[in-house]
């Protein structure tokens, strides 16, 4: 009788661990499903408040430098003899 368990126990034994790794897989992806709707309603939440902000309160358009303006930038430039 004995010996009949431990030959059931080692035949079903490899079944029983498919059962909990196909349990577990299903449990880690509904978790991942879960991390990715939050991940995608906050990103969601996010854009639509910069999208009304940037409709709504424009910021300062940079319409280019004019000759002679205080905030032109200084631009030097080396040639590669220079260095030598």
């Given amino acids: 009788m004995r010996q009949q368990l431990n030959s059931l126990f080692s035949r079903i034994g490899p079944f029983i661990m498919l059962g909990i790794f196909i349990v577990l897989l299903i449990v880690g992806l509904i978790i991942l499903w879960y991390v990715v709707l939050w991940g995608v309603l906050i990103g969601l939440i996010l854009f639509g408040i910069a999208y ?25 430039t080396y040639d590669h003899d220079e260095f030598l």
């Fill in 52 to 76: 009304i902000k940037a409709k709504f309160f424009p910021g300062k358009k940079n319409k280019g430098h004019k000759k002679g303006d205080k905030e032109t930038p200084k631009i030097q």
